[in-house]
């Protein structure tokens, strides 16, 4: 079993839906989690911090249970230039910040 | 502020050859990452550098692969002699010393081995 799993993509959906990304970890020992944004021929970027309160950027939201071991990510109002893969990641704080990244789900916005 | 910087962009080799990838991280981040990114997964940690000196190196196919990080700044990875499945992005990545858990990635080395 793969440390971090996400929902197999792609997704393929129109401007303006609503998309909702999965990711499960198995190591209870992750301290910190991450939405990380990957474009086409691209190095990942971080979108966005994990917490468990949850939290949003905009269109974006975040939300973290830890007792499920469960993360997931939420885009509203999609745009095409959320055309990306997103991917899933967690750290194990006490390995040096060593992330471990989920494969990805692939987003397409279509118009 | 200049971001991490790769060389080379693309590099095309026959399986058994040598090649080496070189890596510029952001000026003052003493934490340095290299990662293997196959196609259609994430990527993968090979090696991680506190300075210059190895963090872990637990998944880096040491009979073939190879990195160093002499002077704390700047670091290459070597692999010799390839093999078809090495074809992937290596990717490097920094992280400042207090910036929290953020790592920046560099533009990444597309390897192609025939």
């Known amino acids: 079993r793969k440390e971090v799993e996400q929902d197999p993509g792609p997704f393929n959906v129109p401007e303006g839906a609503t998309v909702a990304f999965n990711c499960t970890y198995s190591n209870s020992a992750s301290q910190s989690f991450f939405w990380y944004r990957q474009d086409c021929r691209k190095e990942p970027k971080l979108l966005m911090s994990?917490?468990?309160s949850g939290n949003e950027d905009g269109r974006f939201t975040a939300q973290l249970n830890r007792a499920s071991q469960y993360i997931s990510l939420l885009i509203r109002d999609s745009k095409l230039s959320d055309s990306a893969t997103y991917l899933c990641v967690v750290n194990r704080a006490n390995q040096g910040g060593k992330l471990i990244f989920g494969q990805g789900t692939e987003l397409s916005v279509k118009p | 502020e200049a971001g991490v910087a790769q060389s080379p962009r693309y590099k095309i080799i026959e399986k058994r050859q040598s090649v080496a990838f070189w890596c510029n991280p952001i000026s003052g981040h003493a934490t340095l990452y290299w990662y293997q990114q196959i196609l259609g997964q994430g990527p993968k940690l090979l090696i991680q550098f506190q300075n210059n000196g190895v963090v872990d190196d637990s998944q880096l196919p040491k009979d073939r692969f190879s990195a160093e990080r002499l002077k704390g700044v700047d670091s290459t990875l070597k692999i010799q002699p390839a093999k078809l499945e090495d074809s992937a992005v290596y990717l490097c990545?920094?992280?400042?010393?207090?910036?929290?858990?953020?790592?920046?990635f560099g533009p990444g080395t597309r390897l192609t081995v025939l």
């Open positions: 994990v917490y468990s």
């Open positions: 990545a920094s992280r400042p010393p207090r910036g929290g858990d953020e790592q920046f």
